[in-house]
């Protein structure tokens, strides 16, 4: 069995993009989220492509347990980041709970 510490994925339709991260420990979950943001930043401003919309961008977390504090403190191009218990991707609406 393969134990992945850091898990990323990059999805990426029309002018949608969303960061899929995981990592067993959660300070350095949010120092890798920081940092895959911070590379999507300055991706899209050095390609003048796209621009990220920053009142459309929020994160979630998904854990198994919620006895884990996990309200990180992200922001991008000086703007902070908010959590949300829900997110809206593709037309599918996804909560925290994972549950319908």
Same mark, same amino acid.
């Given at each position: 069995?393969?134990? !992945?510490? =850091?898990? /990323? ?6 002018? +949608? #993009? ?10 350095? !979950?949010? =120092?890798? /989220? ?6 999507? +930043? #300055? ?58």
């Amino acid at each position: 069995m393969i134990f !992945l510490e =850091l898990l /990323v994925f990059k999805l990426h339709f029309a002018d +949608d #993009t969303s960061l899929h991260l995981s990592h067993k420990d959660i300070k350095t !979950l949010q =120092l890798n /989220v920081q940092n895959e943001l911070d590379k999507v +930043d #300055t991706w899209m401003r050095s390609n003048r492509l796209l621009s990220i919309n920053y009142n459309e961008t929020a994160y979630m977390i998904l854990t198994a347990t919620r006895s884990q504090n996990c309200n990180f403190k992200i922001s991008t191009n000086g703007v902070r980041i908010q959590q949300t218990d829900s997110i809206k991707y593709l037309g599918l609406i996804i909560d925290n709970k994972l549950n319908n």
